[in-house]
């Protein structure tokens, strides 16, 4: 127990981002009827991402004080990652969907060549706000549960 405790920083994100990818399955079952194994790990609702940094953010405030620099660190590190799942990647990934439609009129006579750029990178809106959700509540109920 003592080792979950001294590592419970690392220990509480981990399991809020597990949760996250777990729960996109069943979530992608009920949306669309049939189980995609794609949504693991490649985007989806929650965002994982988003789950990991704000436990690890609630985590800190919890350990530290929520006025405490390491936890003004975490928070700004959550920040930006969450920018990045949802604007940066979001982008790449419209921009791969244009360049496979592109390779596709190219390369259409050489069937052979099926290189596919990944098209589902980032996350939206509502999927970055559920997975905030998620982390802060992880990391809120296990911060109180283990001292």
Not at 49 to 68: E, I, Q
Not at 94 to 119: A, D, G, V
Not at 125 to 146: E, F, N
């Amino acid at each position: 127990m003592d080792i979950i405790v001294e590592y419970k920083v690392l220990i509480i994100p981990a399991i809020a981002w597990f949760i996250a990818e777990a729960l996109k399955m069943p979530i992608s079952w009920l949306r669309d009827g049939q189980w995609n194994p794609s949504q693991l790990f490649l985007g989806g609702m929650p965002s994982a991402h988003s789950a990991f940094v704000c436990a690890l953010a609630t985590t800190v405030g919890f350990k530290d004080g929520f006025n405490s620099v390491t936890f003004a660190i975490a928070l700004s590190f959550a920040l930006v990652v969450m920018q990045d799942a949802g604007g940066v990647r979001k982008t790449v990934g419209l921009q791969s969907t244009i360049l496979n439609r592109i390779i596709e009129e190219i390369f259409k006579s050489k069937p052979e060549y099926e290189k596919r750029l990944r098209e589902l990178i980032g996350h939206t809106r509502p999927q970055i706000v559920v997975g905030a959700m998620l982390g802060i509540l992880v990391g809120w109920i296990l911060s109180v549960v283990i001292p």
